[in-house]
């Protein structure tokens, strides 16, 4: 029972490049969210996608895009990567239902764009 | 737009020591979560408050919401060094619809003996 994994760990991109980062959970949950977080800024929501077939947008998601691929995998995909992406990428995932509402993280990828 | 504001930012603690850190937030939500943070590591989850009034404890720490201040607080009780972390509180942005959270920048505890 891996809980929530990410893919890859650490990437190192050029301007310009573009890249996907993969997430699968095996815990059934229905939603699923992707986070960056920068040095003091705290976390910050880019998309979610509340069940599977549906995506929105959070707090921050100009220069990227997302895939919600099915119930278990959800993927953010950098189409032209910019050195303001440089960040720690989060996954998180919620079984969405009453009473139980945490968000369980993935271990995180670490971007650097040069 | 939703604000979640924490204080402090920055809190150096003796052993055996009790304090406080705040999580202020704009707008109406009676959804409130605690996170824990490890250097170099994900979040972990510490509590999720529900409600006005809410309180809830684990170990050494002590989290409470009061919806009409739009205030939490995490307590921290004789505090140890496996406590050194950085603390998050987050609001759900839609008052718990989606889960769709705003974070604080995070408090950032050393617990020095």
């Known amino acids: 029972n891996a809980g929530v994994t990410q893919t890859p760990k650490f990437q190192v991109l050029k301007t310009g490049q573009s890249m996907t980062l993969q997430c699968a959970q095996d815990m059934n949950h229905n939603s699923m969210y992707w986070y960056r977080q920068d040095p003091g800024m705290g976390l910050r929501l880019i998309y979610y996608s509340a069940s599977e077939g549906t995506t929105d947008k959070g707090e921050v998601p100009n220069g990227y895009n997302v895939s919600r691929l099915n119930k278990r995998e959800f993927s953010l995909r950098l189409e032209s990567a910019a050195p303001s992406q440089t960040s720690v990428y989060f996954c998180?995932?919620?079984?969405?239902?009453?009473?139980?509402?945490?968000?369980?993280f993935g271990p995180g990828t670490r971007l650097t764009v040069l | 737009e939703l604000k979640v504001e924490q204080n402090p930012l920055f809190l150096s603690m003796q052993e055996g020591k009790n304090y406080t850190i705040y999580c202020n937030y704009s707008t109406t939500s009676d959804r409130l979560y605690w996170y824990r943070q490890d250097p170099g590591k994900s979040l972990e989850s510490l509590f999720v408050?529900?409600?006005?009034?809410a309180v809830k404890q684990e170990g050494r720490l002590m989290a409470s919401l009061d919806t009409k201040a739009r205030l939490s607080t995490l307590h921290i009780t004789a505090a140890v060094h496996d406590l050194s972390a950085t603390y998050f509180c987050a609001v759900d942005m839609h008052g718990g619809s989606q889960g769709n959270l705003i974070f604080g920048k995070g408090t950032k505890l050393s617990v020095k003996p």
């Open positions: 998180a995932t919620r079984w969405g239902g009453v009473g139980t509402d945490t968000q369980y």
């Open positions: 408050l529900l409600s006005n009034g």
